[in-house]
């Protein structure tokens, strides 16, 4: 997504990414508006042209940091040190303007590949996320177990694999079943 209040940006840059790798390209002509449309399209980058008809380029741009995408936040040239040395912190990457389009795409290149790479590390966390509460409902259903039929931890952790296995459901679901009917 490419937000910068000025139509030209939009059709330099748009121009410049490769179709083939970065389509569709949204743009929004405000914070506000990208802000409406973020929360609906899907947005692997985000090119924020600061300064903002509504709202400062850098803080808008520190808004979106803690998504999984990349964002890159274009300045003017006097602005650049102070600005990228308070936006590095949260992961932006942050060039002056004008630059060449050879460096601008470089930096492109490498959001591509760091919002990649944020994609794989969310679903890899998601995963294990998932399993830590397959855990911990397995655990709550041996506990109850334990409690309300007196059963040893060992003998509580058999059943409940048995339970699986004969009704054919995952471990958390059978542990979610005991979990209703001992709770």
């Known amino acids: ?33 990208a802000r409406r449309l973020l929360l609906e399209l899907p947005a692997d980058i985000l090119i924020v042209d600061s300064p903002l008809p509504d709202e400062h380029g850098a803080m808008f741009a520190e808004s979106f940091a803690d998504m999984n995408i990349g964002i890159l936040l274009l300045v003017k040239s006097e ?14 990457v942050t060039l002056p ?13 490498m959001l591509a590949a760091l919002s990649f790479r944020l994609q794989k590390m969310e679903t890899k966390n998601r995963t294990l996320q998932e399993k830590m509460q397959d855990i ?10 334990i409690e309300k039929l007196k059963m040893s931890e060992s ?29």
């Open 1 to 33: 997504m490419i937000v910068s209040e000025s139509k030209s940006f939009h059709e330099n840059i748009s121009s410049i990414l490769p179709k083939s790798e970065f389509f569709p390209v949204f743009h929004a002509y405000s914070g506000g508006e």
């Open 79 to 92: 602005l650049y040190d102070e600005t990228a040395s308070k936006t590095e912190e949260s992961g932006i």
């Open 97 to 109: 303007k004008p630059n060449s389009p050879e460096l601008f795409f470089a930096a492109i290149r």
């Open 136 to 145: 911990r409902t397995v655990n709550r259903a041996k506990w109850l177990l």
């Open 155 to 183: 003998d509580a952790h058999r059943h409940i694999e048995k339970l699986a296995m004969d009704s054919r459901l995952s471990k958390r679901e059978a542990a979610e079943e005991i979990i209703e009917r001992y709770s």
